[in-house]
């Protein structure tokens, strides 16, 4: 149980673009989930959380309208990087709360952006 | 001072041997401490979670809290090579409040 997947794993787009990445709770109903960015040898950085029905809560320093994030399902978030530049280059990961209610989080396998 | 601490190595063991990864922490409020292995280019794991001191046992891991020096430990016995990965180590305090996580530790065992 408490299967996350991200979609698509993989993306490379031109400078400019936007790029849709989805998160998708499998077995299991996820009010919050979050989106991670990681770096090369850094730490997962959070960028916002994400809750069902209302505005996700950015983090400092995160810019919410390049970063949209829209939760509209209790199965579906959604990170849409808009204007997308090489600096946005990076793994973005999403993860959700446990369904059992405890702190942990499941995360997704990750998505690969490439902004060229 | 980062609120918590981990060296990113990389480890490497041999095969079979015990595998001790540890992470300190500064932040005297946290109570729910997690273990998460991550394989390269693919999202964290969950591993293991405690909310107390003491010991906790799944299988050939085992999570060791001491919140009086504000240190845990994951400890591995028998490694395997599929055991290489990066070992994160996360924290909160508790009540759905935002989790940190330990930088990783790069963990090869070498066959």
């Known amino acids: 149980g408490a299967v996350v997947s991200q979609h698509p794993s993989r993306v490379i787009c031109k400078s400019g673009t936007s790029v849709k990445i989805e998160c998708r709770s499998l077995?299991?109903?996820?009010?919050?989930m979050f989106w991670y960015r990681q770096f090369p040898k850094q730490s997962l950085m959070l960028m916002a959380t994400?809750?069902?029905?209302?505005?996700?809560?950015?983090e400092q320093g995160v810019e919410k309208d390049k970063f949209l994030i829209n939760h509209a399902s209790l199965t579906l978030s959604t990170l849409t990087v808009t204007s997308a530049h090489p600096e946005d280059s990076s793994f973005y990961i999403c993860?959700?709360?446990?369904?059992?209610?405890?702190?942990?989080?499941?995360f997704g396998p990750g998505t690969r952006l490439t902004v060229t | 001072q980062k609120e918590v601490e981990q060296d990113p190595g990389p480890l490497s063991v041999p095969e079979g041997a015990i595998v001790s990864l540890n992470c300190t922490y500064s932040?005297?409020?946290?109570?729910?401490f997690m273990w998460y292995r991550q394989y390269s280019r693919k999202g964290p794991e969950l591993l293991m979670y405690?909310?107390?001191?003491g010991n906790k046992e799944d299988g050939r891991f085992t999570a060791q809290v001491d919140k009086s020096s504000k240190y845990i430990s994951l400890f591995i016995r028998d490694s395997q090579p599929s055991d290489s990965a990066t070992y994160l180590c996360?924290?909160?305090?508790?009540?759905?409040?935002?989790?940190?996580f330990g930088i990783g530790t790069k963990l090869q065992v070498i066959p």
């Open positions: 994400s809750n069902e029905g209302s505005k996700a809560t950015y």
């Open positions: 996360a924290m909160n305090s508790g009540g759905y409040q935002k989790v940190t």
């Open positions: 077995d299991f109903q996820a009010t919050t």
């Open positions: 993860s959700a709360r446990a369904p059992t209610g405890g702190d942990e989080q499941y």
């Open positions: 932040n005297s409020a946290f109570q729910y």
């Open positions: 405690t909310y107390s001191s």
